[in-house]
């Protein structure tokens, strides 16, 4: 396995793949990996001639300021992790090397992707995510690209992001991976306390009862009350958003259930934000 620590190097690489008319696979990462981001490794690499994996805490995309501070960096360890699992080539830039020109997000017409949960309680994320990814697809220029439907909406927006920019790449979406207990992997998780990742199941479980209650033909507003008081009755974990979107646009959706949906949620265990969805489908 090939590291790049710089652009340039990174550059050279993919030149030769595409000489050698070698497909390329990409996962982009902020590192602390897990076995969630793994699995996307291993599709890539089951997918793909040579996968590369970018290892980079993107500041543009954090809009609270102790977040980016307090994101785990384990660098070492992901090297180590990334070489057992199919992946040919990291590329861990410095910030220097992504914003040459300052550390400026650019802004994208996303429309109704990006304004309501993630793009609502974080101001400035999605842009921050697509001026990052659309600097790593122009240098790497893959032609499948994997991302985790954890973030689900941020699948929408980089493949938006794609179409903006007229870049030839296949966005594909890949499933959640969970702990044991229905806690969705998150590197965030490695800030939780024993307990607190013991008694997380509550935000899966309250995404299969809003499925369930779906099934049973309940409305929107009625399955936002029931996850709103399951949160109500505990003190561990406070609810920032619980809400119901159409799959495709991801505007929130209120009444009957009758369009393909999912279910999003945000929740804070002290100051650690954790997000899940479901499909309702
Ligand atoms: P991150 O390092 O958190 O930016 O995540 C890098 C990629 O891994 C993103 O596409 C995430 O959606 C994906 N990812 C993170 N956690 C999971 C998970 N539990 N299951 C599947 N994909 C994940």
Redesign the pocket.
Request: hydrophobic residues 35%; contains cysteine; aromatic residues 6%.
């Given at each position: 396995m090939k590291v790049c620590r710089t652009k340039k190097e990174m550059q050279s690489v993919v030149q030769n793949a595409q000489a050698n008319n070698q497909s390329i696979g990409f996962?982009?990462?902020?590192?602390?990996?897990?076995?969630?981001?793994l699995?996307?490794v291993e599709r890539s690499a089951s997918d793909n001639d040579i996968t590369v994996v970018s290892v980079y805490v993107n500041p543009t995309q954090f809009n609270n300021p102790e977040d980016l501070e307090k994101y785990p960096r384990t660098l070492e360890r992901d090297i180590d992790y990334l070489q057992s699992a199919g992946c040919d080539v990291v590329f861990t830039p410095t910030d220097d090397d992504m914003y040459p020109e300052g550390k400026k997000s650019k802004s994208y017409p996303f429309g109704s992707l990006a304004t309501k949960m993630e793009g609502e309680f974080r101001p400035g994320h999605f842009d921050g995510v697509g001026t990052v990814v659309q600097k790593l697809f122009e240098i790497i220029e893959p032609n499948n690209a994997?991302?985790?439907?954890?973030?689900y909406q941020?699948?929408l927006v980089v493949r938006k992001m794609a179409e903006l920019e007229g870049l030839d790449v296949n966005v594909v979406g890949?499933?959640?991976?969970?702990e044991a207990n229905g806690l969705?992997?998150?590197?965030r998780n490695e800030r939780l306390t024993d307990e607190q990742m013991e008694k997380g199941s509550i935000i899966y479980k309250s995404l299969l009862m809003a499925r369930d209650l779906k099934e049973k033909g309940k409305t929107v507003e009625e399955i936002e009350k029931a996850v709103k008081e399951t949160f109500n009755q505990q003190e561990m974990f406070d609810l920032e958003y619980f809400n119901i979107a159409n799959t495709k646009t991801m505007e929130l959706l209120n009444g009957t259930i009758d369009v393909p949906a999912r279910a999003f949620i945000a929740v804070f265990a002290g100051n650690v934000r954790l997000i899940d969805n479901i499909s309702l489908n």
């Open positions: 996962v982009a990462t902020m590192g602390a990996l897990h076995s969630g981001h699995a996307l994997y991302f985790g439907e954890k973030d941020q699948v890949c499933p959640i991976e969970r969705a992997k998150s590197s």
